[in-house]
């Protein structure tokens, strides 16, 4: 993995659509995303979490405040040098043409020339296949995949791009329980080598394992973030959700438990 | 690079200069090498135009398909020869009214250019708001809104061609027939459509692996460095380009930018590094082989070589269409 890093972002406030006139979705968001950490991004539809993903990565301008990159403001950086040290994954993939499993989870390793034969690293590659259970479908057409399969391979781009801070659009969407788990083990380890990761997700247990930071939208124009425990209570999570949300142990580990909506309550 | 991509065009080279040799050897005076001077003078023009015909408008096919994000681009389809078509008759038609010279060839490959550039550009403006959707989960409909675009545009081009035919004086009318049929009959000049093929290809080929990225979506492509505005325009003119030369030379021959790249999508070569340079391979030897059999199917009569290449292209569309670009279960 490749050197420190640290970016920061500052007095962010995003409009839907990135326009001026669109509406507000939230504002006065500071974060600092440093390596080994792993931030969640949490709340109810159409809050900002994707425009928020795509703000941090530099494709979705903010109507204010800063992102700042090794100390340079984003808009500065040279946009392929960008390019090794953050990495996107989108929620939405376009797969026009044919390609199998391996041609697409490689696309962005190679970003220079492309008569520059640099290989791809072989043993890189069959190692992240195998971490999110993609061997057998390697050589499998992406256009005949299921949901949850085809997410795998675009978190499987997004990790063989090479960069540290990972980008990720609700990586778990349709994923069965099982691929959850192996997701969140695979980005913990991508932290844990010093990489970063700032993911959005909708099962908030999901979200509390993967995450050690969260940031909480609510969909009103107002989002809180820091540590998990901070950000993640109940009173906090069930104020976004408009459910009934309350914190229980479950064999030593903290669950949430999620009850009708709130407007329900006698 | 990787070897199976090599073999690949090491084959289509092989088809490329046999399908050359055959174009040659094959003539409505009959099989073999006749004499040297219908070899020299008829049919090796006739052939380098056939291939460089073939060549620019799979290229150019490959290139839409990338730009669209839709197996089903093809100039043809997309309207874009239609433009050619107008731009060319238009100027065969100054032409015509006493605006002619040794330039006049050359006018009518730059009309053509034009032409396509023209319909180029009205399409991906109709079909802005499409392609922009891209990412953002309104993909559905995209690739059958762009096909009807594109057949208004060629429509609305037909209307236009008719109306020039009907203006047309009597004396060239018959050869604006038959060259709007899609034909090498009667060829000489075959550089100008190499040269829009050249200039396309060193225009997009050294930045083809940036053309698959654009093809997953605008904002991924921009997250990897890809300057997406200048890199669309770019592709969009190289491929306006190749078609203008292409329909100036040997009219609207149809279906060759969809056939070829399809079928090098089946057989594995399916990154645009590859693709391209392959397709233009296939689509100059697919040409090339058409002709062949255009001249001698029905000798002496000669064919458009269009006839032939909607016989291959057309099924092979329907095909396309049928199957559709989601098999898959999302």
């Not at chain 1, 390596?35 to 809050?47: D, K, T, Y």
């Not at chain 2, 009309?111 to 180029?120: D, F, I, N, S």
Request: aromatic share 6%.
């Amino acid at each position: 993995m490749s050197a420190s890093f640290r970016f920061e972002a500052s007095g962010l406030a995003l409009r839907a659509g990135a326009s001026a006139r669109g509406r507000l979705l939230f504002e006065r968001l500071s974060l600092v995303v440093e390596p080994g950490q792993r931030w969640v991004v949490l709340g109810p539809n159409g809050a900002g979490k994707s425009s928020l993903l795509a703000a941090l990565a530099g494709v979705f301008a903010p109507a204010q405040g800063q992102l700042m990159l090794q100390g340079r403001s984003l808009r500065d950086w040279r946009p392929e040098a960008l390019a090794d040290w953050r990495a996107w994954c989108p929620q939405f993939w376009v797969d026009p043409f044919p390609a199998s499993v391996v041609e697409t989870a490689r696309l962005a390793t190679r970003r220079g020339a492309w008569w520059n034969a640099d290989p791809v690293d072989s043993t890189q590659l069959a190692q992240v296949l195998a971490e999110l259970d993609l061997r057998a479908l390697a050589d499998a057409d992406v256009r005949q995949l299921s949901g949850g399969e085809r997410q795998r391979v675009a978190v499987a781009t997004a990790l063989l791009q090479g960069a540290p801070l990972l980008l990720l659009d609700e990586p778990a969407s349709h994923l069965d329980l099982a691929h959850q788990q192996l997701l969140i083990g695979v980005l913990a380890r991508h932290a844990g080598e010093g990489g970063a990761v700032v993911a959005s997700l909708h099962d908030i247990n999901l979200a509390w394992d993967l995450g050690d930071h969260a940031v909480l939208i609510n969909g009103r124009g107002d989002v809180v973030a820091g540590t998990r425990d901070e950000v993640m209570t109940p009173q906090r999570l069930s104020a976004a959700f408009d459910v009934a949300v309350d914190q229980v142990a479950v064999c030593g580990q903290t669950r949430f438990w999620v009850g009708p909506l709130r407007k329900d309550l006698p | 690079m990787n070897t199976a991509g090599w073999r690949h065009v090491a084959v289509l080279l092989a088809l490329a200069v046999a399908a050359c040799a055959l174009g040659l050897a094959a003539g409505s005076s009959g099989w073999g090498f006749a004499m040297p001077e219908i070899v020299w003078q008829i049919r090796l023009p006739r052939v380098l135009a056939g291939f460089g015909v073939g060549a620019a408008l799979a290229l150019s096919g490959a290139l839409m398909q990338l730009l669209t994000r839709n197996a089903l681009a093809d100039p043809y389809v997309l309207g874009v020869s239609g433009g050619a078509a107008v731009g060319a008759l238009s100027a065969m038609l100054l032409g015509a009214i006493g605006v002619a010279g040794w330039w006049s060839e050359w006018g009518i490959a730059a009309g053509a250019a034009l032409g396509a550039l023209g319909a180029t550009l009205l399409l991906l403006a109709l079909s802005w708001r499409v392609l922009a959707g891209a990412g953002s989960g309104a993909q559905q409909e995209a690739p059958v809104s762009l096909l009807l675009i594109g057949v208004m545009i060629g429509a609305a081009c037909s209307a236009l061609v008719t109306l020039m035919l009907t203006l047309a004086p009597e004396a060239q009318l018959r050869g604006m027939v038959f060259w709007l049929l899609g034909d090498l009959n009667g060829v000489t000049h075959w550089s100008a459509v190499w040269i829009a093929l050249m200039v396309a290809l060193a225009a997009t080929w050294p930045w083809a692996h940036q053309l698959d990225w654009l093809a997953r979506g605008d904002a991924w492509a921009a997250t990897l460095g890809v300057p997406v505005q200048r890199r669309r325009r770019q592709v969009l003119v190289a491929a306006a380009l190749a078609t203008g030369g292409a329909v100036a030379t040997g009219g609207a021959i149809g279906f060759v930018g969809l056939v070829a790249p399809h079928a090098l999508r089946l057989l594995g070569l399916r990154a645009a590094p590859w693709l391209l340079p392959a397709s233009a391979l296939a689509g100059g030897s697919f040409v090339v082989l058409a002709d062949a059999a255009a001249r001698t199917l029905v000798a002496p009569l000669q064919l458009p070589v269009g006839v032939i290449a909607a016989a291959v292209g057309v099924p092979s569309f329907l095909a396309l269409l049928m199957r559709g670009p989601g098999r898959g279960s999302r």
